[in-house]
């Protein structure tokens, strides 16, 4: 080769080559850990769209809607046990009610998340 030819040595394109398998692989990282947490906040935020229709179900007519074990369900492999004409949860969410009496509690997950997140009326929180 002559030493006025012009263009990149194998050395630095396999250098350029590795820092953009590395920045591909940090995002890919940090969007999966994105879409986790999107899919936890939505079966949170489903979960307390449920108590809000629970309550006011319950301020109308002095009883909850449904009954433990019934199963309200987005995901089109979990076929509901009860319907709410004010509340549809999101796609892939499923809120079971888990407890009447004593205690109003019902939990929330996203299909294939494993999380559940669990709310108790009594002491209002929402947790994991």
Known sequence: MDKNDKGFTLIELVVVITIIAILVAIAVGILSNSRRMAQEVTAKHDLKKFVQAEDAYYLEYGSYNGVAGDIISGDPDVPPTISFQAFKPSPQVVITINAIDPVFT???????????????????????
């Open 106 to 128: 019902a939990s929330a997950t996203y299909a294939g998340t494993g999380i559940v997140w669990q709310y108790r009326h009594d002491t209002g929180e929402i947790t994991k």
